[in-house]
């Protein structure tokens, strides 16, 4: 069974460091695209980003290019997101999925929620 | 940028009965586009994928249609676990694989 287990919650100050991970079991991680999904609190869903195990090819959705860091370790199946100094603003859950061309996001982990406050 | 619209923002309905969600692209995204279900509390679930094919596991009543701009999901006799939002997304344009804003399924 393909599955994606992310990290516990979060509970941060601004300013803070966080990197929350997705582990993969069940196929070949090095071989699907992995994206990172926002979904700020009682809102819609967003991607950020989409890293690539094989190669450690990443890209960036223009709105969070700069702002956060995907990577991933083949090594340990395992998929990160990473903020060095987090904001208020950053507080939402993030859920990882595996991405193909031809099915899209078809399997999703649990989601990480981060609540960043003073 | 490609935008996704849908509607109607709510959409109520009696168990039992069908309902018909729209969901629309900016520009022509052929048939790169899926459908999501996200019950309260849960993840996003794919339902639907190509526009008309149904996910690994996912009941017949279930289905979707459209290329170009327009597409449909239809839920052909509505069961009490299918009230939840659904999100389109296009994948055709990285680098935003853009989501619809949602609709919201309610019981009537």
């Known amino acids: 069974e393909v599955q994606l287990v992310q990290s516990g919650a979060e509970v941060k100050k601004p300013g803070e460091s966080l990197k929350i991970s997705c582990k993969a079991s069940?196929?070949?991680?090095?071989?699907?695209?992995v994206v990172w999904v926002r979904q700020m609190p009682g809102k819609g869903l967003e991607c950020m980003g989409i890293?690539?195990?094989?190669?450690?090819?990443?890209r960036y959705s223009p709105s969070f290019q700069g702002q956060v860091t995907i990577s991933a370790d083949e090594s340990i199946n395992t998929a990160y997101l990473q903020w060095s100094s987090l904001k208020a603003s950053d507080t939402a859950m993030y859920y990882c999925?595996?991405?193909?061309?031809?099915?899209?996001?078809?399997?999703w982990g649990q989601g990480t929620t981060v609540s960043v406050s003073s | 940028e490609i935008v996704m619209t849908q509607s109607p923002a709510t959409l109520s309905v009696s168990p039992g009965e069908r309902a018909t969600l729209s969901c629309r692209a900016s520009?022509?995204?052929?048939?790169?586009l899926a459908w999501y279900q996200q019950r309260p509390g849960q993840a996003p679930r794919l339902l639907i994928y190509?526009?008309?094919t149904r996910a690994t596991g996912i009941p017949a009543r279930f289905s979707g249609s459209g290329s170009g701009t327009e597409f449909t999901l239809t839920i052909s006799s509505l069961q009490s676990e299918d009230f939840a939002l659904y999100y389109c997304?296009?994948?055709?344009?990285?680098?935003?694989?853009?989501f619809g804003p949602g609709t919201k399924l309610d019981i009537k």
């Open positions: 999925a595996t991405y193909s061309e031809s099915l899209g996001l078809d399997v």
């Open positions: 069940g196929y070949r991680f090095t071989s699907q695209w």
């Open positions: 890293v690539f195990p094989g190669d450690s090819e990443t």
């Open positions: 520009q022509s995204i052929s048939t790169k």
């Open positions: 190509g526009a008309s």
């Open positions: 997304q296009e994948y055709n344009n990285w680098p935003l694989y853009t």
